[in-house]
């Protein structure tokens, strides 16, 4: 037979708490405590209880505005079976102030230094093994060079052939026609060659294997990361500086100058089809002044700008790809962050030349 009595404040509870019991107790409770004011439920007389007895004392509790502190006297079995089928939450977390606009920027900063100087630690570890790889070619998979030379340089030709022509005859067309209204319309080659040598050639060319093969870099890496392909090699004693990202730098250091110099003939043939066509320019005139406006400094410069164009899309390309967190998602969004990095770099870097080699 289960009771209820109320002293000083402490309703004592004794018997069975269970199902059959319920509905009794709560309109005895109702009946002759509804209104007294409790403080404390005394379960030292409690034989059973079942999740309808817990119900039963958490409606008591709710009721008086009390928590689960205020049981008290329960041997150790009623109290596991309270803690087991108890539905009442603990105090509601406190929400988090946001932070303010300063501590979110300086936030932002530190994770931006953050990843330049892992940025940096990768590429002095990529440089590092590919100087060494050229002597020494343990823990390297033969012929990856040459097969990533032919998936960052052959098959980029015809896209690049075909954006180079359009950028050849656009600027041909453009400025030609400007400078056929003073009659200087024979400086045409001039202008394109300085523009399309120095500048657009490398530009270009960049942003292009930035779209096609950085983002093939990162997308490879990032999926062997998620798939614990990386992790892999490492348990096999393979660097996987030295097996991943190696051979694609050394190919695209060696593939880029190929490519970039197939952009500037692309280019120059689209102006010269539009110089001679189209603005009374003799062929002869054409190419002698292209050739003769170039100096051996434009070339090297050239030369310097396609090596590093090249070397900031493999390492942007190798970073984002290494660090992916997350599954098909995550690789997703690392090849989006390189593209949109490598382009970036790309361009701050050839700002940066035309600063110093103005």
Avoid: C
Avoid at 73 to 95: H, Q, R, Y
């Amino acid at each position: 037979m289960s009771k209820l009595s109320i002293k000083d404040q402490t309703l004592n509870i004794s018997g069975k708490i269970v199902i059959a019991n319920i509905t009794v107790l709560l309109k005895d409770f109702d009946h002759k405590f509804g209104k007294e004011k409790i403080s404390k439920l005394n379960l030292k007389d409690v034989e059973e209880i079942d999740g309808a007895g817990v119900s039963f004392i958490e409606t008591i509790l709710d009721r008086n505005k009390l928590t689960s502190e205020s049981l008290e006297n329960g041997n150790p079995t009623i109290m596991k079976t309270i803690e087991i089928f108890k539905t009442i939450k603990g105090e509601s977390a406190v929400k988090p102030v946001p932070d303010n606009i300063f501590v979110k920027t300086g936030d932002n900063f530190l994770s931006f230094i953050k990843q330049i100087v892992d940025g940096l630690y990768l590429a002095s570890d990529t440089i590092w093994w590919s100087i060494t790889g050229i002597v020494n070619k343990k823990g390297r998979r033969k012929g990856s060079v040459t097969e990533q030379a032919i998936a960052i340089g052959l098959d980029a030709l015809p896209i690049v052939a075909l954006l180079s022509f359009v950028i050849g005859f656009i600027l041909t067309l453009q400025s030609g026609f400007q400078l056929q209204k003073f009659g200087a319309n024979v400086y045409i080659a001039d202008l394109l060659s300085i523009s399309i040598v120095r500048e657009m050639g490398p530009l270009i060319t960049a942003i292009i294997i930035a779209g096609r093969s950085g983002s093939a870099i990162a997308s490879e890496i990032a999926t062997m990361k998620v798939t614990e392909e990386i992790d892999a090699l490492k348990m096999m004693a393979l660097n996987p500086i030295k097996y991943v990202i190696v051979p694609k730098f050394h190919a695209i250091t060696l593939t880029m100058p190929i490519l970039v110099a197939f952009s500037i003939l692309i280019s120059m043939g689209a102006g010269l089809l539009i110089s001679v066509g189209f603005l009374d320019v003799a062929l002869e005139v054409y190419i002698s002044r292209s050739i003769n406006i170039l100096a051996v400094k434009d070339i090297i410069i050239t030369l310097i700008k396609t090596i590093t164009f090249s070397w900031l899309i493999v390492i942007i390309g190798a970073y984002y790809g290494m660090k992916v967190t997350g599954g098909a998602e995550g690789v997703g969004k690392a090849t989006t962050s390189s593209v949109v990095t490598s382009i970036f770099a790309v361009i701050l870097a050839d700002a940066a030349f035309s600063l110093i080699y103005l």
